[in-house]
């Protein structure tokens, strides 16, 4: 697919310094882009590849114009510019309706006819599915599951009993959505299971990244809001709930019944003690280890970073004696405090 160069900028909301016939047909980097590419700069990092460039045009912010040897379409957020170029360039077309011979499809399921369903899927008893759904290869859709309009399984993809998906969510493969959550009574030394009897509701343009799983609720459902975006092997305990337009990189783990405002942003490895509640607009940096919850928005950090392992090391048996000096210090303190009253 191509386009003018005119056209983008119109689309972008851009300011555009060059030729408007000029044509572009596909994104690269600045270091490897040639004529008929658009390119971004986004990172300061990058700049240094700048005046270099190949690219027929960059999409860039009104600080790097002067800098820019080709064609610019000026943006306050160029990696914005660049996600909505690379996505008018590179359109995924999906296939027409069809059901694959191989796929098992219940009688008893509402199947919209512009639907398409990969081969060795199973779609069992009451499931629903909406307008252009893609439901790919070894895909498992489970009783009285609701797939909204033009969502996607990409493949094998598991939405258990009572799963609710919104609109235009994009599954990744491998994901598991609505298994058990993980409740346990202690008897006496032995472990009892707690039924999970809630489900998962999925609102609209939800993406959920590969072998990432979302457990069901214990009594009241596991609720991620429109517009989430949740990266690769997360862990999303049962009954938690994640609120509009947050971000959660990969392998962080939420355990249950945590509740996550509206426009968060969670780092990678973050792990998020339960039943915490974190305010809208926290940005938890990678890594975090949150044991407690957060009530103002900001952005927020914990443990340490990488240091030479003879420092890491010294370091280390420091904090193990951290509470013997306290209590030095404090005894100190307390002897201070007896002679100046003398």
């Known amino acids: 697919m191509s386009i003018l160069l005119g056209k983008l900028a119109e689309t972008l909301g851009a300011e555009l310094h060059g030729d408007e016939d000029c044509r572009i047909d596909r994104v690269a980097t600045l270091q490897c882009a040639s004529p008929g590419s658009v390119s971004f700069l986004a990172n300061r990092r990058y700049r240094t ?63 919209h006819e512009t639907a398409w369903i990969g081969p060795q899927a199973v779609i069992e008893d009451g499931v629903s599915i909406g307008e252009g759904v893609y439901i790919g290869a070894g895909c498992t859709v489970d009783q009285r599951v609701v797939i909204g309009d033009y969502s996607q399984l990409t493949a094998n993809v598991t939405l258990c009993r009572n799963v609710v998906v919104g609109k235009r969510v994009l599954i990744h493969p491998g994901v598991v959505v609505g298994s058990d959550g993980f409740g346990i ?58 609120g ?69 090391r010294k370091n280390v048996a420091r904090l193990h004696q951290l509470d013997e000096i306290a209590r030095r210090i404090k005894a100190l303190e307390g002897s201070s405090k007896v002679q100046g009253s003398c």
């Open 49 to 111: 590849y700048l005046p270099n460039t190949r690219a027929s045009a960059v999409i860039l912010s009104s600080a790097d114009l002067s800098e820019c040897p080709v064609f610019s379409l000026v943006l306050d957020n160029p990696y914005l510019g660049y996600a909505r170029t690379a996505a008018l360039l590179s359109p995924r077309s999906l296939p027409s309706h069809s059901i694959h011979s191989s796929a098992w499809v219940s009688p008893k399921a509402i199947v």
């Open 185 to 242: 009574a202690n008897d006496n030394g032995a472990w009892v299971k707690v039924p999970q009897l809630g489900a998962v509701r999925i609102g609209d343009d939800v993406e959920i990244g590969a072998n990432t799983t979302v457990d069901r609720g214990a009594l009241e459902d596991t609720i991620l809001e429109n517009g989430v975006k949740i990266d690769n092997q997360v862990q999303v305990g049962h009954n938690v709930f994640i």
């Open 244 to 312: 509009a337009h947050t971000a959660i990189a990969g392998c962080v783990a939420i355990a249950g019944s945590v509740r996550i405002g509206k426009r968060c942003v969670v780092g990678g490895s973050t792990a998020i003690a339960g039943h915490l509640e974190i305010a809208d607009g926290v940005y938890l940096t990678g890594a975090s280890q949150v044991t407690k919850s957060i009530s103002k928005p900001g952005i927020y950090s914990s443990w340490i970073s990488v240091q030479e392992s003879f420092v890491w």
